[in-house]
């Protein structure tokens, strides 16, 4: 079976006002950009696939995730990941306590040297028992993608995750979140206000529409 995460027949509503009309697949390994205008539903669409829509909006649609229908799972048991534009690391743990803090439960020394080894991966040897405080920006970022990454999500979701980034750090780490995606074949969602972001994740692009023209196009 391949990785898939599955918009079906999605209908988004805030009060009579339809914000959302979607259906759409993604593959392990690609990843969907959804660009379009402030207010237009971006954020709604990410909250409807995580489970925390609020109650004010009416929706209709199913999430399928690996071929199984997760829309009636909570929020936990969805396993879907996302990453944020602030890589909201807790101040008071440190580097390996902020991604063991995700991981699933097991064996301590295995679960370290696990650490330890995406730390290497991603050059961050070293830091291990450092304090987020202590950090340069790209550094929280990558911490904050492995935590993401050893929590073992079955999909992500990528919330203008670059758009805090200076340039140069801007492109490096999309190179990484892209690769790491590809890597672990895992279906991806990007929301972004950024077309290079757009063009560098290689895949389908959909910008939503203003409230009032009801379809994406
Ligand atoms: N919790 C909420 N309760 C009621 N209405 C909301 C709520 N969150 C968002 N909305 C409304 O739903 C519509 C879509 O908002 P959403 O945040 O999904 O847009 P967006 O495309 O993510 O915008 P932005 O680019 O500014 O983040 C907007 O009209 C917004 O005011």
């Not at 490096?172 to 895992?186: A, C, P, S």
């Amino acid at each position: 079976m391949s990785a898939s995460l599955c918009i079906k027949n999605l209908q988004l509503f805030r009060d009579s006002e339809q914000l959302l009309n979607l259906n759409e697949k993604v593959n392990g390994g690609e990843i969907l950009t959804i660009m379009g205008p402030s207010g237009s539903g971006k954020s709604s669409l990410l909250n409807w696939l995580t489970g925390t829509l609020a109650s004010r909006f009416n929706v209709q649609g199913e999430v399928w995730l690996n071929d199984k229908n997760v829309s009636h799972l909570p929020t936990h048991l969805r396993h879907i990941g996302v990453l944020y534009q602030d890589a909201l690391l807790f101040s008071h743990l440190t580097v390996a306590g902020n991604i063991a803090f995700a991981m699933p439960q097991g064996n301590k020394q295995q679960r370290l040297d696990k650490i330890e080894h995406a730390l290497e991966q991603v050059g961050l040897v070293g830091l291990t028992h450092r304090h987020p405080d202590h950090l340069s920006g790209g550094q929280q970022a990558r911490v904050a993608l492995l935590r993401l990454l050893l929590s073992e999500p079955k999909a992500i979701l990528l919330d203008e995750p670059f758009s805090k980034l200076d340039t140069q750090l801007r492109v490096d780490i999309r190179k990484l979140v892209f690769e790491q995606i590809r890597h672990h074949q895992l279906p991806a969602i990007m929301v972004t206000h950024d077309h290079s972001d757009a063009q560098a994740a290689n895949g389908k692009v959909i910008t939503l529409s203003t409230p009032g023209d009801l379809y994406a196009r």
